[in-house]
């Protein structure tokens, strides 16, 4: 395993920017013989996937799997810029570069150690390093073989050593450090008149490697759990401690603080100490944490905070509060030094956790059990007490949910609950363990690159794309390697480490980042089954309704409509995840059903109605005859839709509205034609930049667009210029993580801050339209500032290449947006209405989140109330609105929506022929008078049976 010392160190170097850092970072490694020049294409490679900025001051910038082959010899070289290199778009500077040239693993314990060293502020000391040796003594923490005070017992009411023996065991156990107290007792060996010691090794009990020392007024023991992964460097230090006089002095006058100092264990003896119970639903997430965190820094006094029992952190920190991971019903225990202004402080920080700190507070009984941020998410709804989790799913009853999908089904339940895993948690071979490990994750990369060939959408190949990069990407494996190496199993230390990963991403209470600890969990899942042998059982071959908690990102490559009859799962809204993959594969399907779902037995039939919002255990005969008659209805009615799907949407009398597709992908644009799309209402071009490895090029933008142009033979194309940000990212461009990225740099703020990309796109755009129908939209524009400063840049191009046929507006989801539309109608062409982005920033309601989403309904009269504004103002300028959100398609929001005055409709293909035969059999003075009706309600229930009637 690799070391490092002072030999590594290279001081003074200079570069004025990342790149040349970069060519000088490979000089070095080429000079040392540990890699060839071609090494430098892989170092830029790796910075443009992901920065790998670390955190105060320091870089580890490595290669890409791909440039392995460049490499000679392992090795790491540390590189300090006095002067400081800007690394990243938020302006961090590196003055050291830890430059890793890796063949295997053996990097890996520096990386865990690097991880470590940024949990105490090092970064004053690498800025004003001056010579290598400043450098090593930064990153080399002290070695410790014990960490935690609790495993010291002063004052033990003990008779004799065998008394001292068991309570050091019991203080074991306690730490889940030994797995039985009923260890035999080896002689103890005399290390001092004042401490005995006891070793035990090689012993199947031993979990891992610890000391622990009791003592009474006459005598002291010290017990050593020593396994195979023992550091024996670290040993060896506590024994020379353990024998000092000084050390025998402290245990006979029974002085811990003492002991505790000179075992180098960081501690609080005499602190003042005040405990209290997390009552916040979601645990200790950001923003209470930030509460938290500003409340403790009132003081000038040191106070640190715990979660049961574990390690003190500062309660000043943001970083390390959220590093805790408490969740709901565990224990804070805050400590401050006495007769300080510390202390005083404990009560009121006591109460503000009592409060809430500004979330709301969930009422702690007995029976709450301890949970974490990450846990399941059913969970978290039977605790905070949601209507649906606690209906009774009577046999045959009608239980209400949320509608998903349009459609009905019945068939065998097929329940996919929360997997259980059994595995030992240690091993004697750490060789074995890696290449059981390593065997695992390759076998799961192969059937990955498998998925993705095969994968019939776009969609699909882009899930298991980044599933792919996770597992390439060496950080990934860092904790697992070395847990192993320390004595764990493979699955253990996979495991443990992957839900440590996942845990830390969802405390952040950041919406991107949490799905990332889904798509973390669904790999991490794969590689445990690999690893254990298991499988998942297998899915009838009959038609079956699909009951889950969630649907994970992989599923989506199981969901074939030919054999998934319906879908039902236990969180999400009508605009989730799981309800857009069930939308956009013609999936009848529930959503927000509440945990309940999960206890359905296997093969129990299940009728469930996706439009309506409910379904039945158990129908009798009569419920499953009506409904396979509806369904052979509902069939015709798609048959006969689908025969027209290329006749206008004109209402009965005679008010036409044009139906567009919305697309993600440059192939799909002759499917939305054939299926009777008018034109395309909507261009996520972020899902065609996610189809490229780095930002495309103009050229290759040119090449993508030009796609869409040729198949739509002249039918408009609304363009959406790069939207990124709040829960879409791209893996070629790193973002500085943000408390609430949805209110954050994403959509045109982004792109303002980043001119040249917006120009870039906006010139692919002109040059591949060649004069055809071309409406672009800048997304996000919540200020008339953001829309001139836009339109500027367009303007620019223009100047260059100029367009006779194009039309420019905006992507209308910000409420302020909406309520300023008067003054936008007299400068914008057209509003095309965000309705999934608008909904949730109205009602501040996350459409992601498990409990609320269900109420995040754009049939809101308040939503409503906008649409109508904005309308009005549009034309009175005669300017068009359309809508491009999910609501588009609703079918009990279309006649609404037509009501309303929307000039446009646009929504998946796949839905087109449908909303197009609706729009059919509708009277627009009908329309009219229903919209007028919804704008005097108080609720979307009442809107939804307002439409209910009239249908």
Not at 541 to 553: A, G, T
Not at 856 to 882: C, E, M, N, R
Request: proline letters at 4%; a negative charge.
């Amino acid at each position: 395993m690799l070391s490092l010392s002072k030999d590594d160190v290279r001081m003074q170097a200079t570069a004025g920017n990342k790149d040349e850092a970069l060519a000088v970072l490979c000089d070095i490694l080429v000079e040392d013989g540990l890699v060839d020049a071609a090494y430098l294409q892989g170092l830029k490679d790796r910075e443009t996937q992901s920065s790998t900025y670390l955190g105060q001051g320091i870089a580890i910038p490595h290669g890409t799997p791909s440039s392995r082959d460049s490499i000679k010899q392992t090795g790491v070289r540390l590189v300090h810029f006095a002067d400081g290199v800007v690394w990243n778009d938020a302006g961090d500077k590196v003055h050291l570069a830890v430059v890793i040239a890796a063949k295997s693993d053996e990097h890996l314990q520096i990386l865990q150690n690097l991880t470590k060293v940024l949990s105490d502020d090092v970064s004053d000391a690498i800025a004003n390093a001056r010579q290598a040796d400043d450098i090593i003594d930064a990153l080399n923490a002290k070695k410790q073989f014990i960490q935690q005070a609790r495993l010291i017992c002063l004052d033990v009411p003990a008779v004799d050593e065998d008394e001292l023996y068991l309570q050091a065991l019991q203080q074991l156990k306690a730490q889940n450090l030994i797995s039985s107290i009923f260890l035999p007792k080896h002689e103890p060996s005399k290390l001092s008149h004042a401490l005995s010691c006891v070793v035990l090794e090689n012993h199947p009990a031993l979990k891992g490697s610890a000391l622990a020392i009791a003592a009474n007024q006459t005598q002291a023991l010290a017990v050593v759990s020593a396994t195979a992964s023992i550091d024996k460097d670290a040993l060896e230090q506590a024994y020379d401690v353990l024998m000092s006089d000084e050390f025998a002095q402290a245990i006979t006058q029974g002085d811990k603080a003492a002991v505790l100092t000179l075992l180098g264990i960081d501690h609080q003896e005499g602190w003042v100490l005040a405990s209290v119970v997390l009552p916040i639903a979601h645990g200790l997430h950001a923003r209470p944490a930030t509460a938290l965190s500003e409340l403790a820094k009132q003081v000038t006094g040191d106070v640190k905070v715990c979660v049961d029992d574990g390690d003190y952190v500062s309660a000043k920190s943001l970083t390390r509060l959220l590093s805790l991971g408490a969740g709901m019903g565990q224990t804070l225990t805050f400590i401050a030094k006495p007769q300080t202004d510390a202390a005083e402080l404990l009560p009121k920080l006591v109460e503000a956790v009592q409060a809430g700190l500004g979330d709301e507070v969930v009422p702690i009984t007995k029976t709450t059990r301890k949970t974490t941020p990450a846990q399941d998410l059913a969970d978290l709804a039977a605790l905070s007490d949601t209507k649906v989790d606690h209906l009774p799913i009577l046999d045959g009853e009608k239980i209400p949910a949320i509608a998903a999908a349009a459609g009905l089904a019945v068939g065998k339940a097929y329940v996919i609950k929360p997997l259980q895993f059994d595995y030992p948690m240690t091993a004697d071979v750490p060789a074995d363990e890696l290449a059981r490990l390593n065997a695992a994750i390759d076998a799961v990369k192969n059937e990955l690159t498998a998925l993705i060939a095969d994968a019939k959408k776009a969609q699909i190949a882009q899930i298991f794309s980044a599933h792919l990069a996770l597992l390439d990407d060496e950080e990934i494996t860092t904790g697992a390697y070395a847990d192993i190496q320390a004595g764990k199993s493979a699955p253990a230390a996979w495991h443990g480490f992957i839900e440590k990963l996942a845990n830390a991403q969802a405390a952040l209470g950041n919406h991107l980042l949490a799905e990332r600890a889904q798509d973390l969990r669904d790999i991490g899942q794969k590689v445990l089954l690999k690893l254990l042998n298991q499988q998942i059982t297998t899915a009838p071959d009959s038609p079956y309704v699909l009951i889950k908690e969630d649907l994970l990102p992989s599923d989506v490559a199981n969901l074939d409509p030919a054999c998934v009859a319906g879908i039902i799962t236990a969180v999400g809204g009508a605009s989730s995840h799981s309800a857009i993959i069930a939308r956009a594969l013609g999936i009848p399907a529930l959503v927000g059903a509440g945990g309940g779902v999960l206890t359905i037995e296997n093969e129990t039939t299940v009728l469930l109605d996706g439009s309506q919002g409910w379904f039945v255990v158990r129908p009798d005969e009569q419920m499953v005859s009506d409904c396979q008659q509806a369904q052979i209805r509902y069939r015709e009615q798609k048959r006969l839709a689908g025969e027209q799907a290329h006749l206008p949407a004109i209402t009965l009398d005679n008010h036409r509205i044009e139906v567009a597709a919305n697309l993600g992908n440059v192939a799909d644009t002759a499917d939305a034609v054939t299926n009777g799309a008018e034109g395309v209402g909507l261009l996520r071009t972020e899902l065609v930049f996610m189809s490229h490895t780095q930002i495309p090029d103009i050229d290759t933008q040119i090449a993508d667009y030009e796609q869409v142009f040729d198949a739509l033979d002249g039918k408009p194309l609304v363009v959406r210029v790069l939207d990124i940000g709040g829960d879409k990212a791209l893996p070629y461009l790193p973002m500085a993580a943000e408390e609430n990225p949805f209110l954050g740099l994403r959509g045109i703020r982004l792109l303002l801050a980043h001119p040249q990309m917006l120009r870039s796109q906006l010139t692919a755009l002109i040059l591949a339209s060649k004069g055809r129908d071309l409406r672009i939209m800048f997304p996000m524009i919540g200020r008339i500032e953001e829309w001139r400063a836009a339109r500027a840049i367009l303007d620019e191009v223009l100047a260059e290449y100029p367009h006779d046929n194009l039309q420019v507006g905006i992507m209308l989801e910000v409420p302020s947006a909406a309520v300023l539309a008067s003054h936008f109608a007299k400068e914008v062409d057209f509003f095309s209405i965000g309705t999934n982005d608008l909904t949730q920033y109205v009602l501040a309601i996350d459409r992601g989140h498990p409990q609320l989403s269900k109420d995040a309904d754009g049939l809101h009269p308040s939503i409503l109330t906008l649409i109508h504004q904005v309308v009005q103002a549009a034309h009175a300028h005669g300017k068009w609105v359309g809508v491009c959100g999910e609501l588009a398609c609703d079918a009990k929001a279309v006649p609404i929506l037509l009501g309303l005055g929307v000039d446009e409709l646009s929504m998946s293909s796949g839905a087109i022929a449908l909303v197009k035969a609706q729009i059919r059999t509708l009277s627009f003075a009908d329309a009219k008078a229903l919209a007028k009706q919804a704008l005097q309600c108080q609720t979307a229930s009442q809107v939804r049976q307002l439409t209910e009637g009239a249908l």
